[in-house]
């Protein structure tokens, strides 16, 4: 792999930057594999890359049925952070922040993190409440919070609208210092990249059409547009498409999808310095290092498979940034999209082994996961590698909606950005 450096870089400007090579190779299936991944986004590519790099399975394929990063990796507003309520969520996301602080280096690529701050607003009683839990229950977890006043929170933040009047006027804030944004398209790409070179094929427009078992039950391959592939084990992470690739081999997922949308600004200076959310009002927002405003909004009402949402609901989340942040007030929306998000009941994921030997199944990471990536992509490739989950991951178990096991954060945040 071509490794990037200060000095390739010079090499690389004095031949006028011809001597890039393609980042990941182009693979071909071939007839079987060790391990098949299905689902290239952030998550499958990272889950290759850890079984490749900490496993030592290197006979690995990614199947991605569009392009890699094309479905909510390349979709979502990148927000980072890890202050979730309860113990194994936090351990979960605390993983993956770690992760995050060095994932850079790890890959070799820039993901851009940026740990600018996430500063989630409160708008009344309830929300004070629910938040200086968290701040508490984080602390004693290890995961920086902090609790802001609305002067202190206007402080970190400038272009915030605390005056008393407003309709949700802002009556504080908890602050994640270490919370913050990525590149995502960079996570995919470097994730591909440092894959590819330790031998993972990654295949495009290679959509799973069918999961194959043996006579015992067991996994034996997979059905795909460009053929059948023999294989022991099948990691699925196919996001909101999880439910369908699931029931390919039988099973039922515990599982909705729904449409959620963001979107982006006409590009303007820097004039924005971290995260800001606010989940009862209901909008997010950052700045890109493009200089768009990057604005999240909430899921549609209504369970789809379409890629776009409802206007009404990006609307609504403009109207809550303009009492927020009365001087976008004439900016410009330039692009808006969807993804389609896979919720649980309790609004946190599944990474676990599934009834059927051989298949795995990663999902339900809902509105949210796109901060968990690193760490749901080690957990993963070690539930895959050892045929059983890592601890951090155990309590996420596809059993614990059956037992009353509940990790129940949706009633921490009601959208889990
Ligand atoms: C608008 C929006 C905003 C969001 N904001 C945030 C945020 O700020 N912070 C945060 O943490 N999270 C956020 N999320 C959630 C986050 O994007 C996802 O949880 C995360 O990216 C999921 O990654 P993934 O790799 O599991 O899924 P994906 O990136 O969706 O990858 C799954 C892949 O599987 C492929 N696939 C599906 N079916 C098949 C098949 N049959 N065969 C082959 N391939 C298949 C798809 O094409 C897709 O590329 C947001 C999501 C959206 C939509």
């Not at 994640?176 to 993972?200: E, K, M």
């Not at 604005?295 to 209504?302: K, V």
Request: aromatic share 8%; net charge positive; charged share 20%.
């Amino acid at each position: 792999m071509q490794r990037f450096s200060a000095l390739a870089l010079i090499r690389r400007a004095l031949d006028g930057q011809a001597g890039w090579q393609a980042q990941w190779r182009d693979a071909a299936p071939k007839p079987g594999y060790d391990a098949v991944i299905i689902g290239g986004g952030g998550h499958g590519l990272g889950t290759a890359y850890y079984l490749a790099r900490k496993h030592g399975m290197r006979n690995i394929a990614v199947l991605e049925k569009g392009w890699i990063g094309g479905g909510n990796t390349g979709r979502n507003t990148t927000i980072i952070r890890s202050n979730y309520l309860f113990d194994e969520s936090a351990a979960l996301y605390d993983h993956a922040l770690k992760l995050w602080e060095g994932l850079s280096a790890d890959l070799n690529y820039n993901v851009m993190f940026s740990q600018r701050g996430v500063l989630m607003l409160a708008h009344n009683v309830h929300d004070e409440q629910v938040f200086r839990r968290h701040v508490h229950a984080n602390r004693l977890n290890g995961v920086d919070n902090e609790w802001l006043t609305p002067e202190q929170a206007k402080a970190f933040c400038p272009p915030l609208n605390i005056a008393p009047g407003m309709r949700h006027a802002v009556t504080g804030g908890a602050l994640q210092r270490r919370g913050g944004t990525a590149r995502h398209d960079a996570v995919a790409w470097g994730y591909a990249r440092a894959a590819s070179a330790l031998g993972v094929d990654i295949i495009q427009n290679c959509e799973v059409t069918g999961i194959d078992r043996d006579a015992a039950g067991r996994v034996s391959g997979v059905q795909t547009t460009r053929g059948p592939i023999a294989t022991k084990r099948v990691g699925v992470v196919a996001a909101g498409n999880t439910s369908v690739v699931m029931a390919m081999a039988g099973l039922r997922m515990p599982l909705e999808s729904f449409p959620l949308q963001a979107l982006v600004s006409e590009p303007v200076k820097p004039c924005f310095p971290c995260v800001v959310m606010s989940n009862t009002i209901h909008a997010y927002i950052s700045q890109s290092d493009k200089g768009e405003l990057v604005i999240g909004a909430g899921t549609d009402a209504y369970i789809s498979y379409s890629q776009r949402g409802a206007l009404h609901i990006s609307m609504h989340t403009l109207e809550a940034i303009c009492e927020l942040f009365p001087m976008f007030r004439r900016m410009r929306m330039l692009r808006n999209w969807g993804g389609i998000v896979d919720v649980t009941p309790d609004r946190s994921p599944i990474i676990a082994k599934t009834p059927v030997p051989g298949l795995y199944v990663n999902c339900g990471w809902g509105t949210g996961g796109f901060k968990a990536t690193p760490g749901s992509a080690d957990l993963f490739a070690h539930t895959i590698a050892r045929d059983e989950p890592h601890p951090i991951n155990a309590p996420f178990s596809l059993e614990r909606f059956a037992e009353g096991r509940l990790i129940d954060e949706a009633a921490a945040a009601a959208v889990a950005h």
